[in-house]
């Protein structure tokens, strides 16, 4: 699910009928999730440092401390620190209702071609 040094706390973990989730993530410079996209969307609030997000056929955009990203549900995405930066996020998403399918789909991780800010 990543590439690099990762670390998250998990703040909440609804139980239903709540289904919201919110983690803070670390992430050591250069490191970065994998591709992936959430049932219902996701939504960052950072919190420290300098990060990179894209989501697929997009710009790869930098994002700072007070940025919100919102990431729409089934969007393709990838996010992490700058090559020579820590960055701290909030993650927000909820999980679909029961029986609806996974929480998030992770597909490959993002090369490091991918990943250079050009």
Do not use: C
Not at 55 to 74: A, F, L, M, N
Request: charged share 25%.
């Amino acid at each position: 699910m990543f590439t690099g040094d990762v670390w998250f706390d998990v703040i909440a973990k609804g139980e239903e009928p709540s289904r919201m989730r919110v983690n803070t993530v670390r992430f050591a410079p250069g490191s970065r999730t994998a591709w992936h996209s959430h049932a219902v969307g996701q939504t960052l609030y950072v919190t420290e440092g300098l990060g990179l997000i894209q989501s697929r056929g997009g710009e790869i955009i930098k994002i700072r401390p007070g940025d919100v990203i919102y990431t729409p549900p089934g969007e393709w995405h990838w996010h992490g620190a700058a090559p020579d930066h820590f960055m701290t996020h909030i993650a927000m998403w909820e999980g679909p209702g029961e029986g609806q399918g996974p929480e998030s789909d992770w597909g490959d991780l993002v090369t490091d071609d991918e990943y250079r800010v050009r």
